[in-house]
């Protein structure tokens, strides 16, 4: 496996070294194949690393578990990675030497909602195949033929907070969003499914993704004394809401997206994480679920592989690029490497039991998710408890 992450010259000569090494590697030396060429573009570094830097370690991990199994069709996966850093400008940048000088057969990544969308025209003009390990729903809505993505979408999210409303009898809410395209997603569906779940959203607030105080925000929001309070964002912005809210003392419950369903948020809130709710995939709480769930043995599987290998706990975010690495090469299969067979073998995967749910594409279906990939999850002394 190939991994570029800068351009730095020691760094060129380590990557030559690295490629040669796969190119004389005693799988690729017996099969006689090239390998296939997949791309990554993850902020592994920067504000965003709590997603990008899990997603990167858990390419390299599903890479080297399906070269170790015989690759696909005897070809060994080479994974190409460049650092976002979250910045738009920079994703665009890495994506565009994927495609014209490193030659991918296709992507995964980027790690955010407005990463990915800055670099959806480009995909879409190269027919890439493209798997985002990004949330926000505009990602797939409208389908577009060439993309896809794994994380589970605001709709299910929203619905799924909404739901526990609904059996707790909340009926009045306030919500503060972070100001770029997943935050908009988030406060969409927030605004869109609240008349069925007979809510009332008495306040709207926003904050900055590198806002680093909101008291003004909160101290608007508890002049309304809503029943609840839903915060749509990721790290670090949530865990300072959070503080501020406990600063604040406000006795108000808060509920956050899937945006923070990693264990770096209850790191960065400390104890203003304590009783915090809210939706994720099922990773979390893995060891809670029944032997019958279908995910159990893939989550428990991967959770101790990651560990083994890394020597840190996982996060639902890894599991984005997991699933999207293992949902890509089963669609590589018989493609010989032609990206428009590589897209529909995407399109029509059924039935694969992955780290974020059991994904069921289609045509009019590019994330391929149901509601039961989620579940509602509590922060109870620093640790995850499954809600009923």
């Known amino acids: 496996m190939l991994t570029i992450t800068t351009c730095h010259p020691l760094k060129r000569i380590i990557t030559l070294v690295v490629a040669c090494l796969i190119i004389t590697s005693p799988a690729l030396a017996e099969s006689g194949k090239a390998p296939y060429k997949i791309g990554g573009i993850f902020a592994v570094t920067g504000p965003s690393s709590m997603l990008g830097d899990p997603e990167k370690k858990s390419m390299e991990l599903a890479v080297e578990q399906i070269n170790k199994a015989g690759g696909v069709d005897g070809h060994m996966l080479e994974a190409i990675i460049y650092d976002t850093e979250g910045d738009p400008s920079k994703t665009v940048m890495g994506a565009s030497k994927l495609i014209n000088k490193d030659n991918v057969m296709a992507i995964v990544g980027p790690s955010l909602t407005p990463t990915t969308l800055a670099v959806m025209p480009m995909i879409q003009k190269a027919k ?16 577009d033929p060439w993309v896809f993505k794994t994380a589970q979408s605001d709709i299910m999210a929203v619905a799924t907070i909404y739901g526990n409303f609904k059996a707790k009898n909340i009926k009045k809410i306030s919500i503060i969003t972070v100001a770029n395209a997943f935050g908009e997603s988030g406060k969409e569906q927030l605004r869109a499914q609240a008349p069925s779940f ?50 604040l003392g406000l006795n108000i419950p808060l509920y956050q997206s899937h945006g923070v369903a990693s264990p770096k948020f209850i790191e960065l809130a400390g104890s203003a994480a304590e009783g915090v709710m809210l939706p994720t995939g099922k990773i979390l709480v893995a060891g809670l679920l029944p032997d019958t769930d279908p995910q159990k043995k893939v989550l428990t599987a991967y959770m101790a592989d990651y560990k083994n290998k890394f020597n840190t706990p996982v996060s639902g975010f890894g599991g984005y690029a997991y699933d999207a690495v293992n949902i890509l090469a089963a669609a590589m299969k018989g493609s010989n490497g032609d990206k428009e067979k590589i897209r529909a073998g995407i399109e029509n995967t059924k039935g694969h039991v992955g ?34």
């Open 128 to 143: 890439m195949p493209f798997i985002s390990c990004a949330a926000g729903n505009k990602i797939v809505q409208p389908v």
């Open 198 to 247: 007979g809510l009332t959203i008495l306040k709207e607030e926003t904050f900055g993704a590198t806002d680093t105080d909101m008291t003004a925000q909160i101290t608007k929001i508890r002049q309304d004394n809503p029943e609840a309070i839903v915060c749509w964002g990721t790290n670090p912005g949530p865990a300072v809401i959070a503080k501020n809210i406990q600063q």
């Open 355 to 388: 780290i974020s749910g059991i994904f069921n594409f289609s045509p009019t279906d590019h994330n391929g998710l149901g509601q039961d990939a989620f579940v509602m999850v509590k922060i109870v002394n620093g640790k995850w408890e499954l809600m009923k």
